[in-house]
């Protein structure tokens, strides 16, 4: 018998193509973590004679002092947090708690930020929200070197101008609550 080349069977050639993917696939993957590292390696946080590491309180009080600057921001965080905030701020020498209404994800060259905010009555809660967003993304950029993938805006309350007046404007214990006449 000679040894020819003897023609592959469809099964041979169907494993032949199956390792060539496999192959190809392992190389893809290679390349992405290759380039995973690069991406590290550039960051500002590291360099070659160290590596800064932020804890993620750091980003989430840069972020509540850049959302708590935009005009018409009148508080932040949901009724729970604005209660203990409230309580908290009658206590002498109490410090100001920046992160509330602040949520953070961070990796090692990105980060997520929530902002959950209360506008005041009459500002434009679309234009608010974006000032928000364009701020905190400033600030966080320019202070941590982290890039900031997105800024997610969520607005629980209006606060109303009646808000602020000491008595309550409700009728609480009244028979005949007054009906206001809308126009």
Known sequence: MSNTSIPQTGQEKERAQDRERAQQEKAQEKAQERQAEQQAANS???????????????VAKIAGMAAREVPGVYDMG???????????????????????GITVEKG???????????????ASILEV??????NVIEQVEGTTGLEVVEVNVNVVDVHLPQDDQGGSSSNTGSTNPTKTELQ
């Open 44 to 58: 500002p946080l590291k360099t070659d004679r160290g590596t800064t590491t932020l804890d993620d309180t750091v």
């Open 78 to 100: 949901n009724a729970v947090r604005r209660a203990f905030s409230a309580i908290s701020e009658r206590i002498p020498n109490a410090q100001t708690n920046v992160t509330g």
């Open 108 to 122: 090692e060259t990105q980060t997520a930020i929530d902002v959950t905010v209360v506008v005041e009555y009459g």
């Open 129 to 134: 929200g974006e000032a928000i967003r364009r």
